[in-house]
T-cell receptor, first 111, second 112 residues
């Protein structure tokens, strides 16, 4: 069973701080990694994709991938209360187009 | 922008009714998916389709069926709705290969 693990949280950070969200996965051959943001009562929204080791930056968001250690993380700089949501990590195993989702980490950014 | 449209935002049905949930995408995606999402259980895959008229069971297909007669449309059918099928249903689509999923707005179904 291919697994994607996330700490359910909640992770609470003050406004303006860096929020760090982590995800580990079991399938060493995984090739594609995604972060989704889901506001309460809404559907998941893709915010980052990463396919190779290292960092990928997009605005205030940075995705970090370390395939050797089998983890992927999402950093949110200058966190805002509007970033308060559940963040889902998704990993696509090699040879598949069906991602495995983690159960998500709840982030709370307090003013 | 990719648009995945689910026909209903909220739906209330009675036990035993046959329920149709419709999903349409406008990006010519090959893959389409139906998930349900429940508190504490995360996203669970019900069925998926990688081409017209093709369908594969996901992790929890019992009590559901699907139809994909056209590339852009993927329907989820609850043959005889039960109260344990009360949930948020999410449709998603993607290009072939390891591309990200794009989700519709979801249908919150209540079976009474």
């Amino acid at each position: 069973q291919k697994e994607v693990e996330q700490n359910s949280g909640p992770l609470s950070v003050p406004e303006g701080a860096i929020a760090s969200l982590n995800c580990t996965y079991s399938d060493r051959g995984s090739q594609s990694f995604f972060w989704y943001r889901q506001y309460s009562g809404k559907s998941p929204e893709l915010i980052m994709s990463i396919y190779s080791n290292g960092d990928k930056e997009d605005g205030r968001f940075t995705a970090q991938l370390n395939k050797a250690s089998q983890y992927v993380s999402l950093l949110i700089r200058d966190s805002q209360p509007s970033d308060s949501a559940t963040y889902l990590c998704a990993v696509t195993p090699k040879g598949s187009y069906i991602p495995t989702f983690g159960r998500g980490t709840s982030l709370i950014v307090h003013p | 922008d990719v648009k995945v449209t689910q026909s209903s935002r909220y739906l209330v049905k009675r036990t035993g009714e046959k329920v149709f949930l419709e999903c349409v995408q406008d990006m010519d995606h090959e893959n389409m998916f139906w998930y349900r999402q429940d508190p504490g259980l995360g996203l669970r895959l019900i069925y998926f389709s990688y081409d017209v008229k093709m369908k594969e069971k996901g992790d929890i297909p019992e009590g559901y069926s699907v139809s994909r007669e056209k590339k852009e449309r993927f329907s989820l059918i609850l043959e005889s709705a039960s109260t344990n099928q009360t949930s948020m249903y999410l449709c998603a689509s993607s290009f072939a290969g390891e591309s990200p999923l794009h989700f519709g707005n979801g249908t919150r179904l209540t079976v009474t």
